[in-house]
């Protein structure tokens, strides 16, 4: 909220006035609307920093994350010796021991959350996740356990296996455990020595060298490629350079290490060769070979400056026409129409109510989502957002990107008002534990409500008079948004939640930041196009797969298919047509868990439905799955990279029985496991009933990212987005817009022609708008 400020004398003092914006109310005939600018001094301003309206939630908010000192009371006892954990404190740990890589929030079950949202049970109780490298172990694992809280005398800790369907619970073999900074250090001599060895080759060709991370004068930025593993029986790790630098994703040199890293012996560790120029070489005798030969010049030399690739003003580009004025801004200047219960994170909006959480590993969740009091979703929520990508190198061919492997949540963080979200945006931290600690990262949360910009509905009748309708109906649309920004590595994805007033609700994501690019080679060009002097941007495909859980009113629903067939006939009052084609519906239920597609030519709808819950028309009710913009799946069904990790992605969506061990589409470490899954999406479809059941709707987000030089120096948010709407399909007996005040109603007078205006008592308001920037810079980082 520290944008804005109602005067000077607010928390900023220097704040710059960046705009002044005046409406004032009337009924200005016979100029249907009109904007009057030049208000008197008196004139109050807009209520656009209050904060929202407070309301107090049903009940408590049973999936939000644990607090501070409970992770702090879950690090201190699962490091109490008589636990018999044998940890290692992280800070002098090394991959031959056990330590905690971190404590987050398991998941509520549903089957406990429910009896207390909906009837007069307990709260179900909370536990904490903790996952410890154990390292020390005859045999090395990653082991994932559940601890009760609150942590009392004879608590226990218990393993976490049933949210993983693989075989081998909550057990990751050392060898497909995340690459976390240990198992760095582990191959870290052997890297610098053999970057070393060959130093002289490598600051001929790029004027760089690594002679290992820490070294003064290392001068080349190393990056390690997941996935490391296939199987978790070898591990390998996968070290590409760029020059170092702020835009360092857009300077990349075509060198690459590959070592053989499996176990947690490091003077095992072996050099499986280097690739440079598309050749590999398996020893550094024959890149010396080739070196010495000529062989390894490069064709285009990379740029050490990446200033190029800032996100800042490019003066050498010009400047447009009037482009020194504010940009129009969506401002909530009636005041904010939605109600907070900040203990709870519980918003009610226009008829909706839900509860958001937050966990490390997935970021933003919803809970609980209700129209007028009857619940539609009982989770929405990211599952992961994957990336695989295509070249003919090491990074580029091998990599697939898991983003929950990264701890996805960690990422959200500081949101600019006026730029990232409106001015008067709600703005609210979020926090996840980290250590024994919990960090908070400040304003990494917005809700505002905006102006999409066109009407909800429209109508104008009869056109007998000047005016041109007799009758003229509008009503204003407006939908509540709640957005958060994860800049994992390169990218930024921008999550949009948005609550219409219609009742539907729409997701969308949206992706800038760098591409992960490769070097540019002339015979390289069907992965991408040259993008930069030395740049290409490598093809890629993102899917950002979610869960949507849905109970229309209760949870017996179905997925009805509606297809829209073209079947033969014949009409007997056209005899002399005979048979021919005409269009009809063909409604179905789906029978069992299945993964789906969208039908060609959009012919297919898909809704889920309750079946014994009719509108007062005698019609199922159900909310429509509407897809949006680039609704796409995965390309590549049949890379060892993803082969069975990556199956959540393979479909446009997917129906399935709910489950309490089937919380998540994918598990946080299955990227290293593609052949030999830790958690298996292909294992939910195991043909069981979805018609009349507890039904989950997994659909997938994301693009085919055709790399363009329009992706310098970041990709635009304008063009990579992908949206999916979920829209009432007969929930209500009638659209949801007659209950809105929000509207005009114009009538003419029918023998005068006078027009009568009915605002509902919604006029415009008169006052004045100041947005301030604040000059004094944004909230830090902290842990409790
Ligand atoms: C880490 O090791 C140092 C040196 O042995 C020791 O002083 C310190 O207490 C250890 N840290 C923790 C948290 O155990
Ligand atoms: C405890 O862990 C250390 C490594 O940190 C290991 O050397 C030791 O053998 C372990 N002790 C037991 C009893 O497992
Ligand atoms: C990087 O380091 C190498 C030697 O370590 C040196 O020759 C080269 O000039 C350095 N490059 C830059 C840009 O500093
Ligand atoms: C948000 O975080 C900031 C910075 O850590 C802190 O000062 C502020 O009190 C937090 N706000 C809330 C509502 O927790
Ligand atoms: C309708 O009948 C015509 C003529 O037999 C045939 O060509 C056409 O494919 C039929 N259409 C459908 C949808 O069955
Ligand atoms: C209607 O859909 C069902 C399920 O896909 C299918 O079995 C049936 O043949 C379809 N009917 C027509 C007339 O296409
Ligand atoms: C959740 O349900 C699963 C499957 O029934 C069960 O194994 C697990 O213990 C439950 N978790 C909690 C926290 O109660
Ligand atoms: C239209 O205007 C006339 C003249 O003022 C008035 O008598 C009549 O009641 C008006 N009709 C309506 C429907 O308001
Ligand atoms: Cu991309």
Wanted: hydrophobic share 35%; proline share 5%; glycine share 8%.
């Amino acid at each position: 909220m520290h944008a804005i400020s109602l005067s000077v004398t607010a928390k900023h003092t220097q704040a710059v006035s960046l705009g002044f914006l005046a409406l004032v109310t009337g009924r200005p005939d016979p100029v249907l609307f009109r904007r009057s600018m030049g208000l008197a001094d008196d004139v109050k301003v807009c209520h656009l920093t209050d904060d929202a309206p407070t309301t107090k939630a049903p009940k408590l908010n049973v999936w939000s994350q644990i607090s501070p000192e409970e992770v702090k009371s879950v690090w201190d006892f699962v490091h109490n010796p008589s636990v018999g954990l044998n940890l290692t404190a992280p800070e002098n740990a090394t991959v031959t021991d056990n330590y905690v890589y971190f404590i987050d929030t398991l998941p509520v079950n549903k089957t406990a959350a429910l009896p207390y949202l909906d009837g007069n049970n307990e709260a179900p109780p909370k536990f904490a996740r903790v996952v410890i490298f154990e390292g020390g172990r005859e045999d090395p694992v990653s082991q994932e356990y559940m601890v009760k809280l609150p942590i009392h005398e004879g608590s226990q800790v218990e393993k976490l296996d049933y949210l993983f369907n693989g075989g081998s619970g909550g057990t990751v073999p050392f060898n497909a455990r995340y690459f976390d900074g240990k198992r760095s250090a582990a191959s870290e001599p052997l890297l610098a020595s053999l970057m070393t060895s060959i130093a002289d080759i490598t600051i001929d060709i790029f004027g760089g060298a690594y002679y290992g991370s820490s070294d003064e004068r290392t001068n080349l930025t190393s990056a390690t490629a997941t996935p490391n593993s296939f199987d978790g029986t070898t591990a390998y790790r996968t070290v590409m350079f760029r020059y170092p630098g702020l835009a360092s994703y857009m300077v990349p040199l075509d060198f690459y290490i590959i070592l053989n890293v499996a176990g947690t012996d490091s003077s095992l560790y072996a050099l499986k060769g280097f690739v440079t120029k598309s050749r590999f070489f398996p020893t550094v005798e024959s890149l010396r070979a080739a070196y010495e030969a000529g062989e390894l010049a490069q064709e285009f030399p990379q740029t050490r400056d990446n200033t190029w690739a800032y996100v800042n003003h490019k003066p050498e580009m010009g400047v447009r026409d009037l482009d020194d004025r504010l940009a129009p801004q969506s401002l909530e200047i009636g005041g904010k129409r939605y109600k907070f219960d900040p203990a709870e994170r519980y918003v009610e909006y226009m008829g909706w109510s839900f509860y958001m959480a937050f966990t490390r590993t997935l970021g933003l969740m919803f809970y609980d989502i209700k129209y007028k009091g009857e619940r539609v979703l009982y989770e929405l929520s990211m599952q992961e957002a994957a990336a695989q990508y295509g070249g003919h190198q090491p990074k580029a061919a091998g990599t697939v990107y898991h983003d929950t492997y990264y701890s996805f949540g960690t990422y959200s963080a500081t949101l600019v008002e006026g730029y990232d979200c409106p001015f008067g945006s709600t703005l609210l931290n979020i926090s996840f534990p980290e250590g024994s600690g919990t960090e908070v990262h400040p304003d990494a949360l917005c809700l505002f409500e905006a102006d999409p910009g066109y009407p909800l509905a429209r109508h104008r009748t009869g056109a007998s008079n000047d005016w041109g309708f007799s009758q003229l109906g509008t009503v204003k649309a407006s939908s509540l948004h709640v957005r958060t920004v994860a800049t994992v590595g390169n990218y930024d994805y921008m999550f949009t939640y948005a609550f219409h007033v219609d009742g539907s609700l729409e997701v969308e994501v949206r992706a800038s930041g760098y591409l992960q690019s490769s070097p540019y080679y002339k015979d390289q060009e069907k992965w991408g196009p040259r993008i930069y002097e030395a740049t290409q941007g490598s093809l890629h495909d993102h899917v950002l797969t979610f869960k949507a859980d849905f109970d229309i009113v209760d949870t017996k629903n179905s997925l009805q298919v509606t297809e829209l067939i073209v079947a033969n006939q014949t009409q007997p009052w056209f005899e002399e047509l005979g048979i021919f084609e005409q269009m009809e519906l063909n409604v179905t239920n789906k029978p069992t868990e299945e993964m789906l597609y969208w039908g060609g030519n959009g012919q297919t709808m898909y809704s889920v439905i309750n079946p014994d819950a009719k509108n007062a028309w005698g019609v199922p009710r159900g909310y429509r799955i509407v897809p949006g913009r680039s609704n796409i799946h995965l390309s590549v069904e049949h890379s060892p990279f993803s082969q069975k990790s990556s199956t959540f992605s393979k479909s446009h969506l997917a129906v399935t029985r709910h489950h309490d061990s089937e919380q998540y589409a994918n598990s946080w470490q299955n990227v290293n496991l593609a052949k030999r899954p830790q958690h298996d999406f292909a294992k939910f479809f195991d043909g069981e009933s979805v018609d009349g059941e507890d039904i989950v709707v997994w659909f997938n987000l994301g693009m085919h990212h055709f790399t363009r030089s329009e992706d310098v120096p970041v990709t635009l948010f304008s063009e990579a987005v992908s949206s999916i709407l979920l829209a009432p399909q007969n929930f209500n007996d009638r659209a949801q817009e007659g209950d809105l005040l929000n509207r005009r109603w114009i009538v003419a007078n029918s023998t005068t022609g006078q027009l009568s205006y009915e605002d509902y008592g919604v006029a415009l308001p008169t006052c004045k708008v100041q947005l301030e920037e604040p000059v004094d810079g944004l909230s830090q980082w902290t842990t409790v």
